[in-house]
């Protein structure tokens, strides 16, 4: 009989040297992922552009027409899909990576790798989507005569790099509880639901009370879609409520990770 234990690393460091020893492992991971989202199915990748462009529409209709809900002088199409598409990167990454140890249960029961690569996969995968969006915020933005800003270049990919960062750090504490906790599937849903709302995506900031905007902006995303629309809509770029959602980020996504170190080697008991 072969006895295998697989120890947890010890310091921070030897863990990140591991995770980079099975690099080309989570490489793997992201181009299964990418291939299993559209195996299969009629439009391929034109559902990265078929979610937004939906999601647009239906916020024009309702909450730009019907409701009237402001949107800063800008056409509610544009100041909805500036929004929409890095909306729709987290949300998918989220959802993707919350039940990720249970999609992959039989994988993570029968051989060591480091774990952290199951949740984090949706995330690589997810940029191709995101790529696929920002095209066509261009594209909806030259239909309405809008033009991104010259800094926009060296921006974005910032921004990205952010919103990125925020994904891994909701993902990494979802997908630990959610190999612990089966209600977690049915609480991911209804979480991204309420975050919907807590974030201007379908309203400007300003519709926010003024004393309640420094814990508003305690949201890692109001700073990302202020961004977003910043750079792509010309707009000023709101620098306090970015650096407010990188440091919210970074605290959010370390306790994440001591968390899911903490409860990673059980992963394969519970899973």
């Not at 995303?221 to 959602?245: C, E, K, T, Y």
């Amino acid at each position: 009989m072969t006895l295998i234990v697989a120890r947890r690393r010890a310091t921070w460091v030897a863990y990140v040297r591991e995770l980079a020893r099975f690099r080309d492992l989570f490489g793997f991971f992201v181009l299964r992922d990418i291939r299993v989202r559209y195996s299969q199915t009629v439009l391929g990748l034109g559902w990265s552009v078929l979610q937004p462009f939906l999601q647009m529409v239906v916020f024009s209709v309702f909450f730009g027409g019907l409701a009237g809900i402001g949107s800063g002088g800008v056409p509610y199409a544009v100041f909805s899909i500036a929004a929409v598409v890095p909306w729709t990167y987290f949300s998918n990454a989220v959802t993707n990576s919350s039940s990720s140890f249970v999609a992959n249960a039989q994988l993570v029961g029968k051989v060591y790798f480091p774990r952290l690569f199951i949740p984090l996969s949706p995330l690589g995968a997810g940029l191709v989507d995101l790529g696929i969006g920002i095209v066509l915020l261009l594209g909806v933005e030259l239909v309405y005569g809008y033009y991104p800003s010259w800094w926009a270049l060296p921006v974005v990919p910032v921004l990205i790099g952010l919103l990125v960062l925020v994904s891994a750090a909701v993902s990494v504490w979802l997908s630990a509880l959610g190999a612990l906790y089966r209600d977690v599937r049915y609480v991911a849903p209804f979480f991204l639901q309420i975050l919907l709302f807590v974030t201007p995506i379908i309203y400007v900031v300003n519709r926010v009370p003024a004393s309640i905007r420094p814990f508003y902006a305690l949201n890692p995303l109001v700073g990302i879609v202020g961004g977003f629309r910043g750079a792509f809509l010309n707009q000023p770029m709101p620098v306090g409520s970015i650096f407010v959602s990188f440091c919210s980020s970074v605290v959010l996504l370390v306790l994440g990770l001591a968390y899911f170190r903490h409860v990673e080697r059980v992963f394969a008991d519970v899973a």
